[in-house]
């Protein structure tokens, strides 16, 4: 195939031609020979060998890192360190999927943003279970056990569930799950993850059960398990609180603005004509959730805006009607509200519809995209900020409350005290 090329080396129109086809496969051929090197220092199970040229000889570190940068926007820098941590290092190396986890979250913490991360697959499955507001479980509670060699977790089952009617009993020290050691240095999430599974799946526990201990299999089939987001009640403990109903939600699932319609209906069934709303510890959640929850309280109109980082902005907006009536509302924030809980409280605040009381709110004015892996794990990476209809920014701000009390008092009296002195039809 080369010797018809040869003429051409006298021929000036195409002679640069033929001397860059030339220089190609010459490049080529070294190249293989390199790759070859490197796969047979290794054999056939490096994937990142596998069709690809690298610069690592076998026996020889000449990395040949060119001039410039290219080498690093190439991935050539990347493979040469991953082949001579693999050529050189004396210990047991990580697994593939260990490296590639720890590069991918070198990658998304090289952009310094807290909020943009990889979440390996079985914190996002729980993730995603906190979002949904249900999964698939044996509905019993994890309690951490205190003290020396008897240090652990027991289980504690939740009535009506399989669990209870497996015969799990309170108290039953966990020490294995489906043949997996459980201890004391075992993490919570850990145990979460290989407890909870697909409905009519079987999971078996190895429970120590008394004193001074007896062992018991349990296998347990996995029911879905619910995870209300949204708990109320009437406030009429004294004469002050009469008609005040209660909401205390406690994150921003797929569930909740379902919940608090059937909170906020229930409640009225029951005579409320005013409500307290509890944000506090609320960490956020699901966007979306948090703008039809506000459409629970507000008559149409903005919940936020949402800024991307070329300056575009979209409107995010409530439906009409009210479903409360116009009722008097006072919500309650801290410093652990943050983010969806925060587009709620702002939304309300500036739009004149509640009361905030309680301490500055967290501060976080980013919105990200979660983008699901192929392995289960995913990225969530920060795409836009919002802003409160009044345009206020609150980014490492928070919220300021329209009633601030002092860190480590109940705010609920104060609450119901702001709640009643506000008259139907105001704020």
């Known amino acids: 195939m080369l010797f018809p090329l040869f003429p051409l080396w006298y021929n000036p129109q195409v002679k640069s031609f033929a001397r860059a086809l030339l220089y190609t496969f010459s490049a080529l051929f070294l190249l293989t020979a390199a790759f070859a090197g490197g796969y047979w220092l290794r054999g056939e199970s490096d994937p990142l060998r596998v069709g690809e040229s690298v610069s690592v000889m076998a026996g020889n570190v000449e990395t040949g890192v060119p001039d410039d940068a290219t080498a690093v926007w190439n991935g050539e820098l990347f493979r040469q360190v991953w082949l001579l941590l693999e050529q050189d290092y004396y210990g047991v190396d990580p697994s593939l999927t260990q490296r590639t986890y720890a590069s991918v979250r070198g990658l998304t913490d090289s952009y310094g943003d807290a909020y943009t991360r990889f979440l390996e697959p079985r914190p996002r499955e729980l993730e995603r279970d906190q979002l949904r507001g249900r999964f698939g479980g044996i509905g019993a509670w994890i309690e951490s056990v205190e003290g020396g060699d008897t240090g652990g977790y027991a289980l504690r089952p939740m009535p009506g569930n399989p669990a209870e009617a497996a015969g799990v009993l309170a108290g039953d020290r966990l020490v294995g799950i489906d043949d997996t050691p ?22 078996c526990l190895d429970l120590l059960r008394g004193e001074p201990g007896e062992n018991v299999r349990i296998c347990v089939v996995r029911a879905e398990i619910e995870t209300p987001s949204v708990e109320w009640r009437l406030l009429d403990d004294t004469p002050d609180s009469t008609g005040i109903g209660y909401l205390k939600l406690s994150v921003f699932s797929e569930r909740s603005a379902a919940e608090m319609a059937q909170a906020l209906d229930e409640l009225r069934a029951d005579s409320a004509t005013r409500f307290v709303l509890d944000l506090r510890g609320n960490p956020g959640g699901l966007v979306s959730a948090a703008v039809d929850v506000a459409d629970i309280w507000l008559d ?43 587009i709620l409280a702002g939304a309300l605040q500036d739009r004149g519809r509640a009361t905030l009381l309680g301490e500055t709110t967290f501060g976080k004015g980013s919105v990200q995209l979660v983008h699901e892996l192929v392995d289960g794990s995913s990225l969530h990476v920060t795409s836009a900020h919002w802003f409160t209809p009044n345009h206020h920014a609150i980014e490492g701000v928070g919220l300021t409350p329209d009633l601030v009390i002092e860190t480590g008092s109940d705010p609920l009296p104060q609450a119901v005290e702001a709640v009643m002195g506000v008259g139907i039809g105001e704020k």
């Open 182 to 203: 459980v201890t004391a240095e075992t993490s919570i999430d850990t145990i979460t993850a290989l407890i909870r599974g697909p409905v009519d799946t079987e999971v």
């Open 300 to 342: 149409g109109g903005v919940v936020f805006y949402e800024e991307k980082a070329d300056g575009s902005e979209k409107s995010y907006q409530a439906a009409t009607g009210d479903r409360s009536g116009g009722a008097p509302l006072v919500v309650i924030v801290d410093g652990g509200s943050a983010s969806a809980s925060e």
